[in-house]
């Protein structure tokens, strides 16, 4: 009887080991551990001064007028570019180059009537032989012509070429005026006092003291 008492529980013991696998691990949960927060609050100064800065006005931007006069004049609407007006950019290109384009059409014109006038003083051929009435007056007047037109372009372009450094150091002066609200340019309506004539759209300048 011993004998069968100690064979069962044998038995029952290596079946209970043979449930238990070597891959059964025991799960174990990390919880965090709680902590303090040693974040040092704020002192009144630094809200003060946050707070300062916060409500500050924006910067605004200034520009030099000799920064913008030298720009111009080194390229022609580099200056504008500078001042952040970036439309006049076209405007002063095109009034620039069509000034040299005028200019460089008139010089080519009286090279021509030049050479021809030269080669009928001399009773030579030129390109202007085959046109009946060409007389060395006529070809004179026409290079007279060409020369004076040459001129005006030049003139033209060089004023133009000069606004646009004017434009760009003004510009660039009154920056700050524009952004003064103390001065104003807008649009008004202006009537006439003695009822004469209509009332004329206009712009009024103020200015508060």
Known sequence: MQRLTSLFLILFSIQIFAQIGPKDTIRVENYPKDSVSTKRAPSDIEVLSDLKEANAPAKEMKFNPTKAGLYSAILPGLGQYYNRKYWKIPIVWGAIGTGVGVTLWNQRQYNRYR??????????????????????????????????????????????????????VVDAHLY????????????????????????????SLSYNF
Do not use: C, W
Not at 117 to 132: R, V, Y
Not at 187 to 198: A, L, M, R
């Open 176 to 203: 700050e005026g524009r952004k003064d609200p103390d001065l104003a340019l807008k649009p008004t309506i202006i009537f006439d006092e003695f009822g004469k004539t209509n009332s004329k759209a206009g712009l």
């Open 115 to 168: 050479e021809a006038f030269i080669a009928q003083l001399n009773g030579q051929q030129h390109e202007f032989s085959d046109i009946p009435g060409v007389t060395k007056e006529a070809l004179g007047r026409t290079q007279d012509r060409a020369k004076r037109q040459r001129d005006y372009a030049i003139a033209i372009t060089s004023l133009v070429y000069i606004l646009n450094i004017v434009d760009a």
